[in-house]
């Protein structure tokens, strides 16, 4: 999952906003939601938390050196239990390691891609998700990367940095354009829409049904919420104000919670969690990056996973958890 990165400065205000009071810590906020799990498995890999598999199980990879992904492991929050999913394969000439990861209708899923003389090939590969041996069943001219990689009973789908959603069953096969999707990028299936990343446009694939909301906004399927950090459905309807100081830096997961960054004081820049459906802010403890760099003074912002579940960060050299599905509960 992407980190984005707030390089603020340390003025006192945020964007001319005045300064606001720092709310409580995400774990204060929502105990139940919350898990801490380190960040190194016994046997001395690192994991990367993926997205959650079932209340209590998260779907990680495990690997050695930097963004060299080994293996698929699912991992138990009530008692740290790995078992091993699948090895990951890397091809010859690969240049995008495993990326991507999605999971649901049975099988995980994800992306690779390798040179193929001057250009690049794309790959989707599936395994069952109680575990298995891999299988690559697409391949495909790639400019760019992937997005929107989403497993459906029919098959995968996913989408492209220049637009056009794509499918293939299971079973494999040479991959096929979702009519009418030309210029537009998967959101959630069967919603795809335009422009990528903020969505104002969503179109559902399969009745045709349109949704569009002012330009400026970050979108999830049907709450938006515009540069001047007002929330509203998709239609305009339901218009309030929320307690962002700047814009977020998410789409809203679940229809409900952003990320975004916050000035509580001089020299107290915060990345924040916030619950745009009950008003309620927290804390996520993400600490300043290093004074050194181009980057220093700044933030990194976690940004919800492609589940739209789980939100997880490095914090203290652990993982810190957050289960969407059960904060605002």
């Known amino acids: 999952m992407r980190v984005l990165l707030a390089a603020l400065a340390l003025t006192g205000t945020l964007n001319g906003t005045t300064l606001v009071e720092r709310p409580p810590l995400v774990q204060t906020v929502w105990p139940q939601a919350v898990h801490v799990i380190p960040a190194v498995l016994p046997d001395g890999r690192t994991i990367t938390p993926r997205l959650f598999l079932d209340d209590d199980t998260l779907l990680a990879t495990a690997a050695k050196?930097?963004?060299?992904?080994?293996?698929?492991?699912?991992?138990?929050?009530?008692?740290?239990?790995?078992?091993?999913?699948?090895?990951?394969?890397?091809?010859?000439?690969?240049?995008?390691?495993?990326?991507?990861?999605?999971?649901?209708?049975?099988?995980?899923?994800?992306?690779?891609?390798?040179?193929?003389?001057?250009?690049?090939?794309?790959?989707?590969?599936?395994?069952?998700v109680e575990g298995g041996d891999p299988v690559a069943v697409a391949a495909f001219a790639l400019t760019g990367t992937v997005t929107g990689l989403e497993p459906t009973p029919q098959g995968v789908v996913w989408s492209t940095d220049a637009g056009g959603v794509w499918r293939v069953p299971y079973a494999g096969g040479r991959p096929s354009e979702v009519a009418g999707t030309q210029g537009q990028h998967v959101l959630k299936w069967p919603w795809v829409g335009s422009p990528a990343r903020a969505f104002t446009?969503?179109?559902?694939?399969?009745?045709?049904?349109?949704?569009?909301?002012?330009?400026?906004?970050?979108?999830?399927?049907?709450?938006?919420?515009?540069?001047?950090?007002?929330?509203?459905?998709?239609?305009?309807?339901?218009?309030?104000?929320?307690?962002?100081?700047?814009?977020?830096?998410?789409?809203?997961?679940?229809?409900?919670?952003?990320?975004?960054?916050?000035?509580?004081?001089?020299?107290?820049?915060?990345?924040?969690?916030?619950?745009?459906?009950?008003?309620?802010?927290?804390?996520?403890?993400?600490?300043?990056?290093?004074?050194?760099?181009?980057?220093?003074?700044?933030?990194?912002?976690?940004?919800?996973?492609?589940?739209?579940?789980?939100?997880?960060?490095?914090?203290?050299?652990?993982?810190?958890?957050?289960?969407?599905a059960k904060a605002g509960a």
């Open 65 to 128: 050196g930097f963004e060299r992904s080994e293996a698929l492991v699912s991992y138990r929050l009530a008692n740290g239990e790995t078992a091993e999913l699948a090895e990951l394969p890397v091809p010859p000439r690969t240049v995008v390691h495993p990326s991507g990861v999605a999971a649901g209708s049975g099988h995980v899923v994800w992306w690779t891609a390798r040179r193929d003389g001057a250009g690049r090939v794309g790959e989707i590969w599936t395994v069952p």
């Open 201 to 324: 446009t969503a179109v559902n694939a399969e009745t045709g049904e349109r949704r569009e909301t002012r330009p400026g906004s970050l979108c999830g399927v049907n709450l938006c919420v515009s540069a001047d950090r007002l929330a509203s459905a998709r239609s305009g309807a339901g218009l309030r104000a929320t307690k962002l100081t700047d814009p977020p830096v998410s789409r809203p997961a679940r229809d409900r919670f952003v990320t975004s960054s916050t000035l509580a004081g001089p020299g107290e820049l915060w990345a924040g969690l916030y619950d745009l459906v009950s008003g309620q802010v927290a804390d996520l403890g993400v600490k300043p990056l290093p004074a050194k760099g181009v980057q220093a003074g700044g933030i990194a912002i976690p940004v919800p996973a492609s589940d739209d579940r789980l939100l997880s960060y490095q914090q203290d050299g652990r993982h810190v958890i957050v289960d969407l």
